[in-house]
Nanobody, 116 residues
């Protein structure tokens, strides 16, 4: 059974930074794509950033230039460095692994709150 565990969320002020981390446990031989999604209250879950096994990245327009996704395939971890946070970034952030067989795994989520 594969489990994803996120960490690093919290309460910060506008303009500050946070780094989210996601670690996987279980039987994983390879991960096609790792990513971060977020869901604000009353809204759907949206893509934040993804990174493929080949290192190709994709970002939501709203976070380009502020967020950076990185992965360590050997350690089965994916991080999200978030800089210059603003209140619109407030949401629950979820880690996602997409396997080569197209099966999805999700973490339990970590809360990020940006408020003065």
């Amino acid at each position: 059974q594969v489990q994803l565990v996120e960490s690093g969320g919290g309460l910060v002020q506008p303009g500050e930074s946070l780094r989210l981390s996601c670690a996987a446990s279980g039987s994983i031989f390879s991960v096609y794509r790792m990513g971060w999604y977020r869901q604000a209250p009353g809204k759907q879950r949206d893509l934040v950033a993804t990174i493929t096994s080949g290192g190709r990245t994709n970002y939501a327009d709203s976070v380009k230039g502020r967020f950076t996704i990185s992965r360590d395939s050997a350690k089965k971890t994916v991080d999200l460095q978030m800089n210059n946070l603003n209140p619109e970034d407030t949401a629950v952030y979820y880690c996602n692994f997409l396997m080569p067989n197209m099966k999805n795994y999700w973490g339990q989520g970590t809360q990020v709150t940006v408020s003065s």
